[in-house]
């Protein structure tokens, strides 16, 4: 009997429901199938008694979680199993239609990987389901949801009948698409991810149950004195702002603006003091200074990165002590914004609720 490992990590819920659909089907299918789920300090199981495998994650900025692709990379050589790729987009409403989201590069990036490895990458394929992204829009309202999640689990069920069948079919988008989100993955996973984190703040609904702590799979969530703190392993998978109970965490504008202002203004006079001074500290060959001046350059972003992510946040933190200021941080539009749970925890929390009544 065919067996099958799927592979996969989930932010709100949406890449766990399209996972317990295709796990669901390829067992009706009369075959076996196993599910491992991705978090910090999961390694890949035993992979030799698995003919086939599922790799299924949610796209973030165009790109796979890198706790995802970091879990892949520890992959052992693949001596040509067949692996199927499923990338879970964010879809929306738009004046009053749905727009599927857009994958970019993501799959064909860890398509790549796995060819590396020695796998045989046999297909590879899109889902749409509600956009998560809180932190910066909206989820919309319920029912534009279930409309999306009928989509999205339509996808997913075509999905699995091509794997099922062992169709070879392989997404890929356009060099232009594939070259700019590219660049924006790369910069997301690099920096965006973690100063995303950084303008995460708990407003004063907050009891400090720390459910936002448990469930963080990157577990880059801290309590400090019964409130949350972000660290800057942050995956901005959005679970902890969708599930807080309260809705107590919101995006702090002010610590955007804040942070965002002074990391361009570091930039720029870095970049000036580079030009002003470099040529007159290191006299050498005008080829010679413009490699100089563009390493210099990337240092200079670097070092950038470092203060805002590093000191800045910290000082900005402390700062936070004071309660005029921490008001101040709170300032935030996401509090009028609707909270969004993928169908499989829904589930859940209702088959708890029906329990706790029994």
Request: proline residues 5%; aromatic residues 10%; charged residues 20%.
């Amino acid at each position: 009997m065919p067996t099958t490992l799927i592979h996969f990590f989930t932010g709100t819920g949406n890449t766990a429901h399209a996972v317990k659909t295709i796990a669901e089907d390829i067992r009706k299918a009369g075959q076996e199938v196993t599910t491992v789920q991705v978090s910090l300090g999961v390694n890949p199981p035993e992979l030799g008694a698995f003919e086939r495998h599922i790799v299924a994650f949610p796209v973030l900025s165009w790109a796979a979680p890198v706790m995802m692709r970091q879990y892949l990379k520890r992959f052992p050589k693949g001596e040509g199993k067949q692996v199927a790729i499923l990338a879970v987009n964010g879809a929306v409403f738009y004046k009053g239609k749905m727009v599927p989201g857009a994958s970019g590069q993501a799959l064909e990036e860890v398509e790549h990987l796995l060819r590396r490895k020695g796998y045989d990458v046999f297909l590879s394929g899109e889902a749409s389901f509600p956009d998560n992204w809180t932190q910066m829009t909206d989820p919309g309202d319920e029912k534009s949801q279930k409309i999306i999640i009928t989509h999205g689990e339509a996808d997913v069920r075509n999905f699995t009948e091509k794997f099922l069948s062992g169709k070879r079919e392989l997404f890929r988008c356009s060099p232009f698409n594939h070259t700019w989100t590219y660049l924006v993955a790369f910069l997301f996973g690099k920096m965006g991810r973690r100063a995303l984190g950084t303008f995460y703040i708990a407003d004063s609904s907050c009891n400090g149950c720390g459910l936002c702590a448990r469930q963080c799979p990157s577990h880059s969530i801290v309590m400090e004195h019964n409130r949350p703190r972000w660290k800057t392993n942050c995956q901005d998978c959005n679970r902890c702002i969708n599930f807080c109970p309260e809705k107590a965490i919101q995006t702090s504008m002010s610590l955007l603006v804040i942070q965002f202002t002074l990391h361009i203004l570091m930039i720029i006079y870095g970049i000036k003091a580079v030009s002003a001074y470099a040529s007159l500290l290191i006299p050498v060959a005008p080829w010679l200074m413009i490699l100089i001046k563009t390493v210099l350059i990337i240092a200079v972003l670097y070092l950038a990165s470092w203060i805002t992510l590093v000191p800045l946040y910290a000082f900005l933190r402390l700062l936070g002590k004071i309660p005029a200021v921490r008001k101040f941080y709170c300032l935030s539009v996401t509090k009028k914004f609707s909270r969004y749970k993928g169908p499989e925890y829904v589930m859940r929390k209702q088959e708890a609720d029906e329990q706790n009544k029994i």
